[in-house]
């Protein structure tokens, strides 16, 4: 609750946009409604606070709204926020984004309760012992400026998330200012795999899907009403496609060992052996009999029975499949998240492609994406390799002052790489972070970062819809906190104490992003506009659309270098591969301590604030397990227990467990909630690029003999209860629950 | 998050002179003793005599909404922003010196907030529209801005500081609402044309050719 105190006094720019928000508004202090007596409650007894100064269109009880971009996952959604008495409240799409067109996900609803989080760090804190010791941030830079000093660029290395925009460039060039190239940047589960493949067989890594064009959508795992790439922006094409191009309504097929929210979706859902979706895209290619030369000749070896034996897909379905290809086109090939996770991930997906290569969907449904023409703003992408060369370098003691900001490792990071034990090597370690996460908890220093909605920055998203954009993210409202910080004001800072020639024209980052804007009017398509209307506006519509040309896009890879393992053999002591599920709300687990993503059920197994296990119903009933059994799940890097859910859409020799939970740090939301998948990865990487292949570990599953009752929406018989007798309803003091009948497959 | 509920002087109503036009309803009950709220002191003692009261009695006769400016547009009247204040009182320089003045200034060149004491409050689950009823009693039937405002807040021109003077309790509110009031010929009021009657007939013309309709008085309209 606001008092007087936060109210603060505007910078001296009249009617500035900026203006605005140094304003707080509106607010009672402490409310106690003592009842419901007669007349006023509560005369004399609340303050109101008043604005000391205000622009006209600040009207208390009356809201505005702003758009920024929505930070929660990289997807760039623009969004509007809706602010009253100087309060953001509520989150919506932007329409005039070509990617999400005034919608937002759930995740994306969410991003208030990253902004109001009652766990965000909010004072610099040094490390003392065990304990974070409040500092300043004059004392915090000074201290960064000392142990750079002497460092040679070579000992000192930035790791990051995604970045793009202004804020990657100013990133470079303060590692350009100690001669530094170690940017190491990493997504937990980020399409690495796929934009390889992407390159080798289309020509760019990340070209447009156009699913609304579609007239069948053969997907091999990719998640795309769920988590994949830009999830909001394919489920409108989705309606379109549903809607139909031609009167032809759209279908979709969905190919993967776990089923997804997609696969929930699909009019046809087929279970595939895991790691075979590039010999089932072979086969496909094979039976579709239009291929010619080299991939005739690749294929040649992929007929039906073969095809079918390995990948557990009938004969009978593979002729559906293609009848539906030739039927309907043009039609369109995923190749997700599922495909690329194995140590042929590459080959997969690079089959995957091929289908789409000989089907001619490349130049219609896949097409090329256009480009912002600034590449030093393009996003920075990178994945585990990323990673694991920084903990290599960590390991051999390479570095002597590490930076890490808006990734998580010491939580996503395989257990197995020892990445917690690695970092501790590193002589000086710097967090930039909203929460004190895992990482940040092994930090010698913690740089608390404003949050989304108080920030300023440029974000280009990897996934561009239609033309090419520009997002900007500005301040919905004032700072909640006093002592946060923007990364970009940050990293002025510090690039100050390096390059002070050069930036010091810049008060703060919003100044260094203006000047860079208007610097580039005229290519950012402001005219003959004079810069205040430019900027102004560029705020006020939160996206700058750019005209621009495509990348090229080749449709000939061919077949070269394809080649696909057997299916591997059932491992005795481990006998069932893991499938780490990347579940829409909470996907890598940077959001977990939101409630609101904790409370909402996963949409397919209604369970709500814990992590399970999906066991395939034959194999439970194999082992003996039945829903709320709690299992231990154990590979070769470890084991975790978890209370088991009967799930039949998953392949029987695998299971999977949800990444996300399991946070040891984060915050009272996440903190103990559930278990963490990463730990016991194994550590097998995609033999093309390095990236870790995320569904390789092979693990077993035992009883330890507890069960619990878990705790879902649906009810306790869950999909069993269909056909049957509704249950007789007790009064809830009447349920034993020692006597509830449970499913049991 | 319903703050504007507690927002500032909140209430404001139908209320008095309604019973000009209902000759045969009993008029609303005279606000006694017991309905005077508490008296509040106030950071500043501010004369709202000074500013809104008759010239005769040395008050400037400013018009309520010109400081209250959001009673029109808003659910809240609010209190004005500091420099609302300070743009007339910079150039009044012969009080500059009082201490009420001096108290404003320091509070505005502190660029803090004047944490002023809420005089009228209703409970949370209460939405009550200063902009409903402006609209209607001041724009569409031209009645005196102080007149309205009064209905509900008193004679606050001759108050120094805000007191509360009506009960302000729901009895009280309806006790006005249950009034025949003259509406437009549609049945409607200026704000979202919505039909003053609602048992789906429209209520006789009387002899002098006005129609006239209750309050509104479903329990959504106020309790949202
Ligand atoms: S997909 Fe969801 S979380 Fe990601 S940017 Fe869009 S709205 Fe935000």
Redesign the pocket.
Known sequence: MMNSGSVKHLAGHPFDRRDFLKVLGWGGAAVALSGCGNGSVEDGKETVVSYVETNDYMIPSISVYFNST?A??D???SITGRIREGRVLKLEGNPNSAI?RGK??G??QAGVQHHYNPDRVREPLLRNGDQGEAITWEKAYALIAEKLNGVSGEEIAFLTGGVSGHLKVLLGNYLDSFGSKNHFVYEAVGPAVLRAANKKSYGVEMPRFNINKAKVVLSFGADFLGAWI???HFSQQYAQFRKGVDGQRGVLVQIESKMTLTGANADRWLVVRPGTEGILALGIINALGTATGDIAAAVKGYDKARVSKDTGVSAEQIDKIVALLKERTPSLVLAGSAAEGYAHGSQNAAAINLLNQVLGNVGKTVEAAAVVPFPQMAPATGNTFALKTLNDGLNAGKYKVLFSYAANPVFTAPGAMKFKDNLAKAGFKVAFTHYLDETAMQADLVLPLDSALEDWGTQVPEYMAEGAQINIQQPLMEKLHANTRGMGDILLALIKLRRADDYKKYDDYYAYLRAAVLQNKGALGGGVADDDTFWNETLSKGIIKLASAAHALSGKAGAAGLSLPAPSAIDAQYPLQLIPSVNASLRDGRNTNQPWLQESPDPLTTIVWDSWVEIHPRKAAELGIVEGDIVEVTGKNGSIKVQAYLFPGIHPDAISIPLGRGHEALGRYAKGYGVNPFQILDMVFDKETGELALHETRVKVSKTGSRVIVVKDEGPAGGSQMGKKIAARLPSDKVKLSEEVYYVG | MQRFLRLSVLLLGLFAAASSYAADAPPPALTTEDDLGPAIEQPIEFPHFRHAGDADKGGMQINCMYCHTYARRSLVAGIPPIQKCIGCHQSIESVRETPRIKKLFEYWDAKKAIPWKKVHDLPDYVRFSHERHIKRFIFQLNRPVQEVCGYCHGNVKEMTVARRSKLLSMGWCVSCHQQDHPVTDEGGTPIGNQAYWYSMHKPPVDASGIIKAKGPNDCSVCHK
């Open positions: 929505c929660q996952c997807a760039g959604c999400n937002t996900c995740l994306g830009s999830p909001v």
